[in-house]
């Protein structure tokens, strides 16, 4: 192992651009684990790379893991001056490691601290996503965007939402008559004040009422929202963490013709 491998794995979160096979430098951050990082070629000869651009502004549906695809984080400098940043897991690529160690060069900004654990939540999500009732998924199709639209406006202080349905049991139905019991736990970290997460729960909750409750008769078809509330991951119990399942906007358990048609924009 030589210092440059050593150094590349030291700097956790660091920012590169690499040359890419069209000669022009490509910015990114490393996702290989530091002992790959450091282990001979003989035994892990690539990097995981996966590439970053600068943005304008943050998408809270894209903040804290939310989307399982593009990840929206902070970058700072020494001075502690920040950038905004786009990750797109869609486009990482395995370059050979003698070859990056080479031509990379360290851009001089990094992930923030905070945003390092969240990439690594991010990148575990890809693999580790949550299953749901394609029924169910249909049923959600109602909202999603509604849904997407809140997240991106107000979700930037929420890590995600856990979503309990029928007692986390995977069941087809198709009968609208006897909805799916959906309880929601709007998880959010320490530094968002309970105030704002109470709204958005607030407001989530709203949208589940006015799709599925007949304002009448108070019947609810599809789902039924039996609770909606927001919780500090300070105090989300671990065995209730167990036995939810994180949603994401971006995902459905099965692509069905049916939800592509009325929504050809979902999963961008």
């Given at each position: 192992?030589?210092?440059?491998?050593?150094?590349?794995?030291?700097?956790?979160?660091a920012?590169f651009?690499f040359?890419?096979?069209?000669?022009?430098?490509?910015?990114?951050?490393?996702?290989?684990?530091?002992?790959?990082?450091c282990?001979?070629?003989?035994?892990?000869s690539?990097?995981?790379?996966?590439?970053?651009?600068?943005?304008?502004?943050?998408?809270?549906?894209?903040?804290?893991?939310?989307?399982?695809?593009?990840?929206?984080?902070?970058?700072?400098d020494?001075?502690q001056?920040?950038?905004?940043?786009?990750?797109d897991?869609?486009?990482?690529?395995?370059?050979?490691?003698d070859?990056?160690?080479?031509?990379?060069?360290?851009?001089?900004?990094?992930l923030?601290?905070?945003?390092?654990?969240?990439?690594?939540?991010w990148?575990?999500?890809?693999?580790?996503r949550?299953?749901?009732?394609?029924?169910?998924?249909v049923?959600?199709?109602r909202?999603?965007?509604?849904?997407?639209?809140?997240?991106?406006t107000?979700g930037l202080?929420?890590?995600?939402?856990y979503?309990?349905?029928?007692?986390?049991?995977l069941?087809?139905?198709?009968?609208?008559?006897?909805?799916y019991?959906?309880?929601?736990?709007?998880?959010?970290?320490?530094?968002?004040?309970?105030?704002?997460?109470?709204?958005?729960?607030?407001?989530?909750?709203?949208?589940?009422?006015?799709?599925?409750c007949?304002?009448?008769?108070?019947?609810?078809?599809?789902i039924?929202?039996t609770?909606?509330?927001a919780?500090s991951?300070?105090?989300?119990?671990?065995?209730?963490?167990l036995?939810?399942?994180p949603?994401?906007v971006?995902?459905r358990?099965?692509?069905?013709?049916?939800?592509?048609?009325?929504?050809?924009?979902?999963?961008?």
């Amino acid at each position: 192992m030589t210092d440059e491998y050593r150094d590349i794995a030291w700097r956790q979160g660091a920012v590169f651009t690499f040359a890419n096979g069209a000669g022009t430098g490509e910015m990114g951050v490393i996702a290989s684990h530091d002992c790959d990082l450091c282990a001979d070629l003989e035994v892990e000869s690539a990097i995981e790379f996966v590439p970053l651009s600068l943005i304008g502004a943050l998408n809270g549906s894209m903040t804290l893991g939310k989307n399982a695809r593009r990840l929206h984080v902070h970058i700072v400098d020494d001075n502690q001056q920040q950038q905004i940043a786009e990750l797109d897991i869609r486009k990482r690529a395995i370059i050979p490691k003698d070859g990056f160690v080479q031509s990379a060069e360290a851009y001089p900004y990094q992930l923030a601290p905070q945003e390092v654990v969240v990439f690594r939540r991010w990148l575990s999500a890809r693999y580790a996503r949550s299953a749901f009732a394609n029924a169910f998924e249909v049923q959600m199709d109602r909202v999603r965007n509604r849904i997407d639209n809140l997240a991106r406006t107000h979700g930037l202080p929420i890590r995600a939402m856990y979503f309990d349905v029928d007692d986390n049991q995977l069941v087809e139905r198709s009968d609208a008559d006897e909805p799916y019991a959906l309880a929601i736990y709007a998880v959010y970290p320490p530094a968002t004040a309970d105030a704002e997460a109470a709204q958005f729960a607030t407001r989530l909750a709203q949208i589940f009422s006015k799709e599925f409750c007949n304002p009448t008769t108070k019947v609810w078809t599809g789902i039924e929202l039996t609770s909606c509330d927001a919780i500090s991951e300070d105090v989300f119990p671990l065995a209730l963490a167990l036995s939810t399942k994180p949603w994401r906007v971006d995902h459905r358990s099965y692509r069905g013709q049916q939800a592509a048609d009325l929504y050809p924009d979902h999963g961008t």
